[in-house]
C-alpha cells in the first residue's frame, strides 16, 4: 500500500515543471524532447502514478466527459433500460456515466443535482416528474450546464427526449374499442404527473368519440405507480363491472394481473388489461401482457446523444426529439364477451 | 448563465486569502473574527457560491464520502434490490454513491475501477464474478482505497458479505427429494463461477445422499444467466425426462416458466421449479415461484456498513459477514406424479 505518488513528485524526480509532467502524460508532450519524455514516461511507470482526478480537471477539464444520470429508481425496469442506452452510448465515446437513483424525493432529487454540480460534472440527463425548470435552474445556480430531460416534463423549457404520451392514450383506447368493449377503466397514479395526463386525455378522446361514456369520477381508478399498487387495485376493478382497464404503466398491469388472478378472474375472456411502456418482462407474465410499446433502450440513447452534441458544440437550442409509440398485441386482451 | 465566481474571486473581494475563505465556508474558522467570518459568508450568498468540488477535495479530502458501486447489470432485478439497499445506508449517512454497471465486461469492469481511483473515491463496493483478488489490486494499483467484495466472491482475500451458496443449494435438493422427485435437474450457468458451483456442490450432496443418481455429465444443463437463457432451455429441460429443475437463478427460472408454457408443460404438475435470490418478482410470474431466499437488500445495507466502518476506522481486517438463506415455497414446486 505505498504512498500516492503526485505529478510534483514526478515533476521534481525529473527536473521538469509539472505542466510539462501533465502535457507529456496527456500525450500533448511533443515540444519537449524526446529524452525529457521518456524520462517522464519511465518514472510514471516505475512509480506506478495515475493521474489524480481533480488536479487533471483543474487542467484539462475540457478532455472529461462525465455526465451525471438522475433517476427516480433504477431498479425499475423502465428506468433500468433506459439507463442501459445511456450505457451503451458512454462506452462508446468514452463517456462516464454516473448514476444516482433518488427514489421519487424531490429534496434528494436537489440535494444529487446540487452534488454533480459540486464535482463540475460536463452534462445532466434528468429523469424526474417533479422537478420543474425553475427548480432545476436553482440547483445549477445557474450555471451553463447543459441537461437534458427525459420523462414526464410536459410544462417546462429545456432540451428534451418525449415520446407522444396522448397517442399512446388515443392507440390503447382504439384497441379496446375494435375489441367491442363499452365500459373501460384507467388504472392511473394517486400523483399524477403530465405525461400521465396526457394518456388519459388521448384514452378519453377516443371512447367519447366512439360513444363510450367515460367519465373521470367514476371511471379513473388510482394507485401507487407500482407492481403493488396494480395488485392491490384489483378488487375496485372487479367491483367496478368494467371489461377492459388501461394501466398507466406495465408495472401495475403486472400487478393487477396478479391481483385479478388471485381474485379468480381470467385474463382476457373476463377482463381486459392493457399496459404502458413495453418492459422486457411483458413477454414473462401470463398472460402475456399487450402493451403501448416506448423504445426506452433508444430514448437512453437519444437522450445521451443530444447532451454529447450540446456538451461539444455549445448547442443551447431547446432540441425536443420525439419518438414513435405502438401498440403491442399480445395475450391479455381479447373480445368483449359481455352481452 | 453568469460566470462561475472562484474562492480566489471571494478571497479577493474579502480581502483574505484562500485558505481563510475555505476554512470559514467549512465551519472551521473559528479563528477568524466574526466580521471576517460575516464578510465572507455574506459574499457567498451574494454570489451564490458554491465550493468547487475538485478544489475542496484537494484541501479537506477527508470531509467527502464518495463510494463507488461497481455492478454487472443494474437493469437486473438482483443487483437493482441490491443497490437500493446501498441507497437507503447512503442517503442515512450523507454518502454519495455512484453507481458503474460494467455489463459483465471484464475490460470495462477494470477501466471503471481505475476511472473511480481516479476520482479519488473514498470506497469501493464490487461486485464481479469475474475478477480476482489480483486483477483488482491492479486496477487500484496498490493505492489504500478499501474496498468490500460482493457476490460470486469465494477464492478470495478481502473484507466481503456473502451468503452461505452450499447450503442453498441444499435446501433446493432437500426440497424436492421431499417431494419424491428421483430425477432432478441443475440448469447452470455457462460460464460458471465460485458461487455457482458451491450451489451445485450443495445440491448434489443432499441427492446423492438421499440415493439420487446425479451426475453432471448428464444431469447439468447449462444456459445464459438470464430470463432468455432459462426460456431457450425448456425444450431441454423437456427432453431430459426429469421431472425437477433447480435453476441457478430466479431470472433464468422464470425464463423457463415461459418456455415450459409454450410447450405446453404444466408447472408444478409436469416439472417442478426451484429458482434462486428471491427477488421482487417472484410473486407476479405465474405459477409464483419456490426459490431460496437472498436476503438482497440486507446485504447492500451490510455491505455499505462494513465499508463505512473501515473508511471511518481504517479498519483493515478482513471481515466476512454472512447472510443466511432459506427455501421459500411458493407454487411452482409440488409431488412428483411420476410412477
Do not use: W
Not at 466527459?65 to 438522475?70: A, D, E, K
Not at 377482463?271 to 418482462?281: C, E, R
Amino acid at each position: 500500500m505505498g504512498k500516492k505518488v503526485t505529478i510534483r513528485d514526478i515533476a521534481k524526480m525529473a527536473g521538469v515543471s509539472v505542466t510539462t509532467v501533465s502535457q507529456v502524460l496527456n500525450g500533448k508532450g511533443k515540444r519537449f524532447s524526446k529524452s525529457t519524455r521518456e524520462r517522464i514516461i519511465k518514472l510514471r511507470d516505475q512509480y506506478q502514478y495515475v493521474p489524480d482526478f481533480h488536479a487533471r480537471s483543474l487542467i484539462m477539464k475540457e478532455n472529461i466527459n462525465t455526465i451525471g444520470v438522475l433517476v427516480p429508481n433504477v431498479s425499475e425496469p423502465f428506468f433500468g433500460t433506459f439507463v442501459e442506452g445511456v450505457q451503451q452510448v458512454a462506452r462508446q465515446e468514452k463517456l462516464i456515466p454516473l448514476i444516482f437513483s433518488a427514489n421519487r424525493d424531490p429534496k434528494l432529487e436537489k440535494q444529487y443535482l446540487e452534488q454533480m454540480v459540486e464535482r463540475s460534472i460536463d452534462g445532466l440527463i434528468i429523469a424526474s416528474a417533479r422537478m420543474t425548470t425553475e427548480m432545476i435552474n436553482q440547483a445549477l445556480i445557474n450555471r451553463d450546464i447543459p441537461y437534458i430531460l427525459f420523462d414526464r416534463n410536459y410544462d417546462q423549457e429545456g432540451a428534451r427526449v418525449q415520446t407522444d404520451d396522448y397517442h399512446g392514450g388515443q392507440l390503447a383506447a382504439k384497441h379496446l374499442v375494435e375489441l367491442g368493449h363499452q365500459r373501460c377503466l384507467y388504472l392511473g397514479v394517486t400523483n399524477i404527473t403530465e405525461n400521465f395526463k396526457q394518456r388519459l386525455a388521448g384514452f378519453t378522446s377516443v371512447l367519447q368519440a366512439h360513444g363510450r361514456h367515460f367519465d373521470e369520477a367514476s371511471d379513473v381508478l388510482r394507485a401507487d405507480l407500482s407492481r403493488r399498487g396494480g395488485y392491490q387495485a384489483a378488487q375496485a376493478v372487479v367491483d367496478s363491472g368494467a371489461t377492459a382497464v388501461f394501466a398507466a404503466n406495465d408495472d401495475m398491469a403486472i400487478g393487477l394481473l396478479r391481483g385479478l388472478r388471485e381474485l379468480k378472474i381470467r385474463v382476457p375472456e373476463d377482463i381486459s388489461v392493457v399496459g404502458y411502456d413495453d418492459i422486457a418482462l411483458d413477454e414473462y407474465v401470463y398472460p402475456q401482457l399487450t402493451t403501448i410499446h416506448q423504445p426506452i433502450f433508444d430514448l437512453g440513447i437519444g437522450a445521451t446523444k443530444i447532451l454529447l452534441d450540446r456538451i461539444h458544440n455549445q448547442h443551447r437550442d431547446e432540441t425536443v426529439e420525439k419518438f414513435p409509440v405502438r401498440l403491442i398485441r399480445r395475450e391479455s386482451t381479447g373480445p368483449c364477451h359481455m352481452v
